[in-house]
């Protein structure tokens, strides 16, 4: 089987969005611009994540954040490792992971979501193996494996196909150990790496100590209403308000990079996490150069005060959708406070 061909079967085996817009080919001879371009194609967007770094300095990340609805509060990240002389990719990771959206390291998961997770790594497992045929397997994990809080999970498949290794993994505990640093884990990953580059890490993260000393540091919200609170709103604290202030920084934007926007209509989806970060949801316009704009002033937000459910004495991830319409560089349909 030839490169081509499995980088078309990867894609396929994942995402059920956007296959149409993936390109073919061997990602040891591509650049990043051209997996920026098939980026575009999908609901999210470039992202800023603080929490990984390159492990060698010759090699840069980008991430990028995907819509997903596999396993209930995850969005799919996929991370490009490039190398920053000629831009040419050396790695692409594909995360369904807790710690991308939960900061708290204590964070244990209920047998529903793990069921969950269970279930999206089978369906992949199994669609790989249609196509790409039997792999090397460590870890026990089938359909009649008894899913619960307690036990700890983990199954790796690798799969060697001419100058490519691909391995899918999942990755399931709640154990937690804090002499020993061990937290609880919760994701579903596959790797894509050419064979010169197997052999080394190049993605590093924060280890626990890291996370603990900035979680005793992060921002104590004091919002303590259903609608998260942005600063423009503290006056006037509405759906309203925080909807049009989203709208305003799309235009305000917009406008900066001198776009004429005679007739435009666009949908947004924003979903405001209980970290107080924001990813995108919807992102529709024929207008290519607007929706530019969405992605870059959603992904660099300033931390919005997420919802606060009384009920549960705990913030809460919500999300929020709506039209804009623009006529002649003006919004013309601002929700009423």
Same mark, same amino acid.
């Given at each position: 089987m030839n490169i081509k061909n499995l980088v078309i079967i990867l894609f396929l085996s994942i995402f059920s969005k956007g296959i149409s817009q993936e390109k073919s080919y061997d990602i040891s001879k591509t650049t990043l611009s051209e997996y920026i371009a098939i980026e575009k194609q999908f609901v999210g967007g470039k992202i800023k994540d603080q929490s990984v770094h390159s492990l060698k300095e010759d090699l840069g990340i980008a991430s990028y954040i995907r819509q997903d609805n596999s396993v209930p509060n995850l969005d799919l990240i996929v991370r490009y490792v490039f190398s920053k002389k000629d831009s040419l990719i050396k790695e692409i990771r594909y995360e369904l992971d807790v710690?991308?959206?939960?900061?708290?390291?204590?964070?244990?998961?209920?047998?529903?979501?793990?069921k969950a997770l269970v279930n999206y790594y089978l369906s992949v497992e199994r669609d790989l193996i249609s196509k790409l045929g039997k792999s090397k397997t460590d870890g026990e994990l089938t359909d009649k494996t008894v899913i619960d809080?307690?036990?700890?999970?983990?199954?790796?498949n690798t799969w060697t196909l001419g100058n490519t290794r691909i391995v899918l993994l999942i990755e399931m505990?709640?154990?937690?150990?804090?002499?020993?640093?061990?937290?609880? /884990?919760?994701?579903?990953? /596959?790797?894509?790496?050419?064979?010169?580059?197997?052999?080394?890490e190049s993605i590093g993260?924060?280890?626990?100590?890291?996370? /603990?000393?900035?979680?005793?540091?992060?921002?104590?919200?004091?919002?303590?209403?259903?609608?998260?609170?942005?600063?423009?709103?503290?006056?006037?604290h509405t759906e309203a308000c925080l909807q049009n202030s989203i709208s305003d920084l799309i235009l305000s934007e917009?406008?900066?990079?001198?776009?004429?926007?005679?007739?435009d209509t666009l949908k947004i989806g924003v979903r405001i996490n209980k970290d107080g970060s924001?990813?995108?949801?919807?992102?529709?316009?024929?207008?290519?150069?607007?929706?530019?704009?969405?992605t870059d002033v959603l992904s660099s937000m300033e931390l919005i005060e997420p919802a606060y459910i009384k009920s549960l004495k705990r913030y809460e991830t919500v999300s929020y959708s709506w039209y804009i319409l623009i006529n002649n560089n003006e919004i013309t349909n601002r929700f009423k406070n």
């Amino acid at each position: 089987m030839n490169i081509k061909n499995l980088v078309i079967i990867l894609f396929l085996s994942i995402f059920s969005k956007g296959i149409s817009q993936e390109k073919s080919y061997d990602i040891s001879k591509t650049t990043l611009s051209e997996y920026i371009a098939i980026e575009k194609q999908f609901v999210g967007g470039k992202i800023k994540d603080q929490s990984v770094h390159s492990l060698k300095e010759d090699l840069g990340i980008a991430s990028y954040i995907r819509q997903d609805n596999s396993v209930p509060n995850l969005d799919l990240i996929v991370r490009y490792v490039f190398s920053k002389k000629d831009s040419l990719i050396k790695e692409i990771r594909y995360e369904l992971d807790v710690a991308n959206f939960e900061k708290s390291i204590e964070n244990k998961q209920n047998k529903d979501f793990r069921k969950a997770l269970v279930n999206y790594y089978l369906s992949v497992e199994r669609d790989l193996i249609s196509k790409l045929g039997k792999s090397k397997t460590d870890g026990e994990l089938t359909d009649k494996t008894v899913i619960d809080e307690k036990n700890d999970y983990c199954k790796k498949n690798t799969w060697t196909l001419g100058n490519t290794r691909i391995v899918l993994l999942i990755e399931m505990s709640n154990s937690i150990k804090k002499k020993k640093s061990i937290y609880p /884990i919760h994701k579903v990953t /596959i790797t894509y790496k050419t064979i010169e580059t197997i052999a080394t890490e190049s993605i590093g993260r924060k280890n626990p100590s890291e996370l /603990i000393q900035e979680n005793s540091s992060a921002i104590k919200f004091k919002n303590k209403s259903r609608i998260p609170l942005i600063s423009k709103c503290k006056k006037n604290h509405t759906e309203a308000c925080l909807q049009n202030s989203i709208s305003d920084l799309i235009l305000s934007e917009a406008n900066k990079r001198n776009l004429t926007l005679k007739n435009d209509t666009l949908k947004i989806g924003v979903r405001i996490n209980k970290d107080g970060s924001t990813s995108i949801m919807d992102n529709e316009t024929k207008n290519s150069e607007l929706k530019e704009v969405v992605t870059d002033v959603l992904s660099s937000m300033e931390l919005i005060e997420p919802a606060y459910i009384k009920s549960l004495k705990r913030y809460e991830t919500v999300s929020y959708s709506w039209y804009i319409l623009i006529n002649n560089n003006e919004i013309t349909n601002r929700f009423k406070n």
